[in-house]
């Protein structure tokens, strides 16, 4: 490896287990020489992620409830006690009701349409603004989103809707903070054999027709991604802002199957 994010801090939100892309995304930033610190939402999850985060050497956990402003303050104030600065933000959270991701798109609920909205994208605004004052030497934002937000896809519903509007909050924000010198942008994988994918219905065979139809023949893996994330964190990327990366092996390219699996 090149060091190339020596002497970077980086907050990593969303881990849920070791095949969760948030974590390869982990592993790629530690592997060149970044510092980490994690959060998590709940005890469950935090024992899932402190063995993670030990490995790669970091001590540094927050819980956050990102739809909980005191949860925020207090995770936020934790983490401002050990460091001074960050320089590059990686939020990786998103949640809707399993149930309405079936179905009719027209029978999403007003309460779950708030939630899939709160969690899914506001929470990428709420934590930029906490994060925003302490990359002192400019630094780097992203999230995760998906095909789904700009093409109709069985199964996400609403999802598509709330990764729509987190693109949007993306091309927003690269405005908003590009005079800090603050790059913003966002990763959409094709399907990944994930704990929040395992949630989508029909995954299985989502997965099985991208790996069928796609130029290469196979999906997206977290090494991929997390190399991505380097690129962009990393000053190759620093003039690179408000993009949609997408790492896919090419399917986004394609209007039909391929011929033999018409």
Known sequence: MADLLK?????????????????????????????????YQGEAFGKRVVP??????????????????DALDA???TLWERWD???????????SDKSELQGR?????????????????YSLIDVARRVAPKMTEGGTILTLTYAGSNRVTPFYNVMGVAKAALEASVRYLANDLGPDGIRVNAISPGPMKTLAGAAIGGARKTFRHTEANAPLRHNATLEAIGGTAVYLASDYGNCTTGEIITVDCGYHVLGMPQPENL
């Open 7 to 39: 002497g970077k801090r980086a907050l990593v939100m969303g881990v849920a287990n070791d095949r969760s892309i948030a974590w390869g995304i982990a592993r790629a930033l530690a592997a060149e020489g970044a510092e980490l610190a994690f959060s």
């Open 75 to 77: 995770g936020f104030a």
């Open 52 to 69: 993670l985060a030990e490995s790669l050497g970091s001590d540094l956990l927050i819980d956050v409830d990102v739809t909980d402003d």
């Open 85 to 95: 600065r960050i320089d590059i933000l990686v939020h990786a959270i998103a949640y």
């Open 105 to 121: 798109f027209v029978n999403t609920t007003r309460n779950n349409f708030k939630t899939s909205l709160d969690i899914s994208c």
